[in-house]
């Protein structure tokens, strides 16, 4: 007579396994984590980079534009090699009876503004950045037209976070046109 002896198998997970299994996952998660963290950093400095650095060429071509159509600087009302300066600009007027008329350049509360004679002063800089510098140099060159120089920078006021903390230093040179 042959006995036939059953073997039981086991199906089921040891204590050993679980706690492998389960410490694979939570690797696998907390990478998972991180990785989706440090993504949401980046996104948010480049976003916050992006907004500085728009604000700063938007500013520096309108008042490059400004100056290249004046005729002469307004020294009365300009403040040069100061932080915060102001630019005075005088240009021709095509649209009145006057034969010229100002435009001026200054901080105000945080943003860059600009006004022109006889209207309201507008911002040129949006209110996610503040402008933390703003000087104007006169500087001379060989023809009858100066130059000016423009030193800015512009900082984010979207996030006390690290990555949302970003500042953009700028410097141009633009020539009043020459009659």
Known sequence: MIFHHKVKQNNGFSLIELLLYVAIVCIIVSAIVGFGSWAIQLGTRTKVNSEVTNNTRLALDTMTYEIKKSHSVYTPTSIFNANPGQ???????????ESSSFIDFFICDQALCLKREGASAIAITNSKVRVTNLTFKQ???????????IIMSVSSLSSARPEGNVTFNATTTAALRAY
């Not at 630019?87 to 009876?97: C, G, H, K, P, V």
């Not at 500087?139 to 120089?149: A, C, D, E, F």
């Open 139 to 149: 500087l001379s060159n060989s023809s009858s037209s100066p130059s000016i120089q």
């Open 87 to 97: 630019l005075s600009l005088e240009q021709l007027n095509a649209t009145t009876t």
